[in-house]
């Protein structure tokens, strides 16, 4: 349990606060670790490994079709965001010094 949970915990407990805020609590962290997920699904292109468990204890099923393991670095790729068309682009641009 975190240090803030065992607090609001421990307030609860003694009557100093009503167990409504400590359900509006556990709401609020909910979405701050769903916008969090959403975050890392929908924006970034390589996740580490915590990031990955992150994503996996959210949505199994998408971190299985979506984040590809980088044994020799041990990163996730996400294919939800990369393409391979736009890397060799990038490349390409690269090689005549854009």
């Known amino acids: 349990m975190?240090?803030?949970?065992?607090?609001?915990?421990?307030?609860i407990c003694k009557?100093?606060?009503?167990?409504d805020f400590d359900y509006q609590f556990q709401q609020y962290q909910d979405?701050?670790?769903y916008r969090k997920y959403q975050e890392l699904m929908n924006g970034?292109?390589?996740?580490?490994?915590?990031e990955y468990e992150f994503c996996?204890?959210?949505?199994?099923?998408?971190?299985?079709?979506?984040?590809f393991h980088n044994?020799?670095?041990?990163?996730?790729?996400?294919?939800?965001?990369?393409?391979?068309?736009?890397?060799?682009?990038r490349q390409f641009q690269m090689e005549l010094g854009f």
């Open 44 to 50: 970034k292109e390589i996740l580490t490994r915590e």
């Open 15 to 19: 009557g100093l606060i009503s167990e």
């Open 71 to 89: 044994f020799w670095n041990d990163t996730y790729l996400n294919l939800n965001l990369y393409s391979e068309v736009e890397h060799h682009e």
């Open 56 to 67: 996996k204890s959210w949505d199994p099923e998408a971190a299985k079709n979506f984040l």
């Open 31 to 33: 979405e701050q670790e």
């Open 2 to 11: 975190s240090k803030i949970k065992e607090f609001y915990h421990e307030e």
